[in-house]
C-alpha cells in the first residue's frame, strides 16, 4: 500500500522519505515496515520578510539576520521549577503530562516567566516526550527520576498509532499555543518547539534518559526498524510543529539533546536526515517560520553539516561550542551562557555574560543558554542576567 505521506507532485521538493504502510495491528494501529530514501534536493530557504506586527519583535528581526544594539533575551526552560509560582502552579496536576494537557495551566506557566522577567520570547509549555505519548507509548514522569517509558528494544514488533491520529490527541497542546498568543503582547514572539527525532527516540529506545547505549546499539542490529522509526517521528513532529505555527507560534525550535556521542555516520543517519525531513516537510506545508535547530554537544564538524544540510534558520549553541566558528555559516546564532552561572551568580555571571555578549558580537544573536536552566538556579540571578544583556 502507498503511504497518504508520499508528496503529491506539488510538494515533490519535500520527497525525503516514502513510507508504505502494511499489516494493521490488533489495536487497529498501523505497523511501518520500510522505508525508501529518495534523492535530496536542497531544502527551501523561504526569504524571511517581516510583516508590520512581526518587525515589532526583535527576537524575529534577528532571525531575519538583523543585528540589534542588544541582543533580544531568552533561556531554555525558562518556565519551571527554579520559579515558585512555577511550583505551585504545577501543584495543582496530579501528574506533569497532565499539566501539559491543561491548557490553563500550560498557558499560564508560559507567561510567568514573561511576567516577572520580561523575556523577548515565550516558548510553549510542553515537553517533547508528548509525541511518544501520541503515538501510543505511554510516557510517565517519576518524581525526581526522570521520564520513563516501556523500552521498545524489550520488543520485537514495534507499532505505533498513525500520526494524523496521534496528533488528535495533541489538541489540548495546540489550544495552549493559541492562549498563550493571545495573552502575549505584540513585542514578545512565541516559540513553539519539538524534540528532534533522534533525541525522541533514544527516550522510546532505552526507556529512559541517563546512557544512550541501548539507543545506539539498536541503531546497527534493528537498523532498519529504527530507520522507520526515525521517519514516524519526522513525519509526526513535522506535522506537530505546523499545527504550532498555524495556531500562532512565530519561530520553532528543535531540540536534538542527544546529539553527542554519535560518529558522523551515525549522526548524517540518525540526526541529519529526520531534521532535513521536517523543515522539508514544513515548507512544503507552506509553513515559513524561521526553525532554531539545537544540536546539543554535536562535533564543529557535525554542527556545521547540520547547519549547511538540514535547511534551519538559524542555530543554537551550546555552552561549549565556539561562537567564532560558526559566524561564516551567514545563520543567527543562539547561545550559550553555562546554566550554572545562573546557580553561582555574582562576579563570575556579570564575566560570563560579558564573554557571551562578545563572542556573538559578529553574528545576529539571540542570547541564551547552553542548555536549560536548572531548577536550583536562582531567579534573582535570571533578572541580573537580562539587566546586563540589555545594558541597564
Ligand atoms: O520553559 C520551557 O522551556 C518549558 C517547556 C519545556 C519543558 N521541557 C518542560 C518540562 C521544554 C522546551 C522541554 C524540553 C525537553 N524535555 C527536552 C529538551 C531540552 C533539554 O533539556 O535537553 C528534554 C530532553 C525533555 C524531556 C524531559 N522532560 C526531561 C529530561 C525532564 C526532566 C525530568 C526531571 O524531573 O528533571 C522533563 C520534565 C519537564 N519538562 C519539566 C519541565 C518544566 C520538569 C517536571 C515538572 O515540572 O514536574
Not at 522577567?117 to 516558548?123: E, Q, V
Not at 514578545?188 to 518547539?193: D, E, M, Q, V
Not at 541517563?210 to 521517519?231: F, M, S
Amino acid at each position: 500500500m502507498v503511504s497518504k505521506y508520499r508528496p503529491s507532485p506539488d510538494q515533490q521538493q519535500d520527497s525525503t522519505f516514502v513510507i508504505p504502510m502494511e499489516e494493521k495491528n490488533r489495536s487497529g494501529g498501523l505497523a511501518w515496515s520500510k522505508v525508501e530514501p529518495e534523492s535530496l534536493g536542497p531544502v527551501p530557504k523561504p526569504p524571511i520578510l517581516l510583516s508590520d506586527l512581526q518587525q515589532k519583535k526583535k527576537f524575529l528581526r534577528v532571525l531575519a539576520g538583523d543585528r540589534e544594539e542588544s541582543p533580544p533575551v531568552w533561556i531554555m526552560r525558562q518556565a519551571g521549577r527554579y520559579l515558585p509560582e512555577y511550583r505551585q502552579l504545577r501543584a495543582r496536576a496530579r501528574s506533569f503530562l497532565e499539566f501539559c494537557y491543561s491548557p490553563a495551566l500550560a498557558s499560564e506557566a508560559a507567561l510567568q516567566p514573561i511576567r516577572r522577567f520580561g523575556f523577548d520570547a515565550a516558548i510553549l509549555f510542553s515537553d517533547i516526550l508528548t509525541i511518544p505519548d501520541a503515538l501510543g507509548r505511554k510516557v510517565h514522569f517519576d518524581e525526581g527520576k526522570g521520564p520513563r517509558l516501556a523500552p521498545l528494544v524489550e520488543e520485537q514488533n514495534w507499532r505505533f498509532d498513525e500520526p494524523t491520529r496521534a496528533l488528535q490527541r495533541l489538541a489540548p497542546v495546540y489550544e495552549t499555543v493559541e492562549r498563550t498568543r493571545a495573552a502575549l503582547d505584540p513585542q514578545t514572539a512565541l516559540i513553539g518547539f519539538a524534540g528532534g527525532p533522534w533525541t525522541v527516540a533514544c527516550y522510546m529506545l532505552q526507556g529512559e534518559g541517563g546512557e544512550k547505549d541501548v539507543a545506539r546499539r539498536a541503531a546497527y542490529q534493528r537498523a532498519h526498524e529504527v530507520d522507520v522509526l526515525l521517519v514516524i517521528l519526522a513525519e509526526t513532529t513535522a506535522l506537530h510543529l505546523a499545527q504550532q505555527a498555524r495556531m500562532g507560534a512565530d519561530c520553532l525550535q528543535i531540540f536534538e539533546s542527544w546529539a553527542q556521542g554519535l560518529s558522523t555516520a551515525l549522526f548524517t543517519r540518525l540526526v541529519i536526515a529526520p531534521t532535513r525531513h521536517i523543515v522539508a516537510r514544513l515548507r512544503a506545508l507552506g509553513v515559513s517560520a524561521p526553525v532554531i535547530g539545537f544540536p546539543r554537544a554535536a562535533t564543529e564538524t557535525q554542527i556545521e553539516l547540520y547547519a549547511r544540510e538540514t535547511g534551519v534558520t538559524a542555530l543554537s549553541l551550546d555552552t561549549a561550542a565556539e561562537p567564532a566558528s560558526f559566524r561564516n555559516l551567514g545563520l543567527p546564532l543562539q547561545g550559550n551562557l553555562d546554566p550554572q552561572l545562573l546557580v553561582t551568580g555574582g562576579a563570575p555571571l556579570e564575566r560570563g555574560v560579558r564573554e557571551c555578549l562578545d563572542a556573538f558580537s559578529a553574528s545576529p544573536h539571540i542570547f541564551n543558554l547552553g542548555h536549560g536552566i536548572t531548577p536550583d538556579a536562582s531567579p534573582d540571578n535570571v533578572a541580573h542576567m537580562i539587566r546586563l544583556v540589555r545594558g541597564a
